[in-house]
């Protein structure tokens, strides 16, 4: 673990404890786990757009077609998977990262803050809301953490599950020394701190490329929580392996439940976290416009023009810079060069 962490005051790691999908769910029935909630929250970076060159044929993550992409792959198995977790199959559902959220907020994905029916619309009303979408960023999970917490706090207490599913990590400039966290890094490790006040677990669940680094290291090693709240799942390196379907399926489940009988067993020794009447952590904005009124039937990929998608990188959107060719030359920059300079000597 890097030490921009830190080591001290270090939260009880929970172990991956478990070897089959069977030893899990009587450890959970052992514990008292009869049934939870989920949250479930979708990474709209722009990042997306180029973390499928090695896993997804080149095309963005996000591409809507007639194959399921990884987004669609992971709501599906999450849906088969972990479902019986859920009580009411009222799920609720946010967006980040999109340019209406960057990395301040989250998006409802109905403009009335209603939940989601179980995963099958789920899966619809992502169909629905992708091609409306521009992706932007920064990347910062504190904001949907930080909406969880808050359904958490409004449940008095009832223990939760919040599966967030991602392409990368976050975000992070290259000339940040060592030791020295970023803004989204700084938010982030804070949400996961004041989570575990609550009984609220974190499933991170990797799509695309990765890299997963900084992700491992906030599942085993963030200081001061009361709980070892966080579990990284890599999807993409699971759905690769040789084997069947229904393998892949269990191991994906064991490998994000495995945590779950120790934490939820640990929640029950923290004290619930009395909400300030000052209000919510953070308030969803509802969908980005263009979002009502269209149906499942929009099979449309999400334009990527220039007139409808931004050029900008993640290294524009963090850290601008005035020099002469802009950001242009960078090889991760999607920003066309339009200066050019004539060298007298």
Known sequence: MDSKYGHEHRSTHFGDNF???????????????ESSNLILGIDFTKSNEWSGRYSFGRRSLHAIGDTPNPYEQAISIIGRTLSPLDEDEEIPCFGFGDASTHDQSVFSFYSDHRSCRGFEEVLARYREIVPHLKLSGPTSFAPIIEAAIDIVARSNGLYHVLVIIADGQVTRSPELPPGRLSPQEQATINSIVAASQ???????????????????????????RAFDNFQFVDFTKIMSENTDTSKKETAFALAALMEIPLQYRATQSISHVKEAVTGPRIRPLPP???????????????????????????????????????CGPSALCRQPITTRLRLYT
């Open 288 to 326: 980005p416009p263009g979002v009502t009124g269209h149906t499942s039937s929009d099979k449309s990929i999400p334009d990527s023009s220039p007139q409808t998608q931004e050029t900008v990188c993640p290294i524009c959107l963090t850290n601008p810079k005035n020099m002469a060719f802009g």
């Open 19 to 33: 070897s089959s999908l069977d030893q899990v769910t009587t450890a959970l029935r052992e514990a008292g786990l």
């Open 198 to 224: 609550y009984p609220l677990s974190i499933i991170f669940v990797g799509v695309g490329d990765g890299p997963w680094d900084a992700m491992k290291q906030f599942d085993d090693n963030i200081p001061h």
